[in-house]
């Protein structure tokens, strides 16, 4: 999994491509997590257009940033997950706690 991560108007942007699984998550949780807690975001916006493959460890990943986020005040918003990813997403009701949003970059 590769992870590219810059601030855009407050917010903090989160790309990650290839497969999130257990074997790549642990190092991108710790740097997400002191990324949040240094920067304060006011909100997270997780980029998913390039994921190819999502196991139980992304929604971890995901719920996990989101509780993080929440317990700070900041808000979370997923932005053109795959159909995979989607899928797990809303399989497992994180689209009831987290809004995703599908668009094109400006």
């Known amino acids: 999994m590769k992870m590219k991560t810059?601030?855009?108007?407050?917010n903090l942007v989160v790309k990650l491509?290839?497969?999130i699984d257990h074997h790549s998550i642990k190092e991108f949780r710790e740097e997400l997590d002191k990324m949040i807690?240094?920067?304060r975001p006011k909100?997270?916006?997780l980029e998913l257009s390039?994921?190819?493959?999502?196991?139980?460890?992304g929604l971890g990943l995901v719920l996990g940033r989101y509780r993080k986020l929440s317990e700070a005040g900041s808000k979370m918003l997923i932005k053109n997950p795959t159909p995979e990813a989607e899928r797990?997403?809303?399989?497992?009701?994180?689209d009831?706690?987290?809004?995703?949003?599908k668009q094109k970059d400006a």
């Open 37 to 39: 807690g240094e920067s």
């Open 17 to 19: 491509d290839g497969e």
């Open 96 to 101: 009831k706690l987290v809004k995703i949003i």
């Open 50 to 57: 390039g994921i190819d493959f999502m196991d139980s460890s």
């Open 43 to 45: 909100t997270m916006i």
């Open 6 to 10: 810059y601030f855009s108007r407050g």
């Open 88 to 94: 797990i997403l809303k399989m497992a009701g994180v």
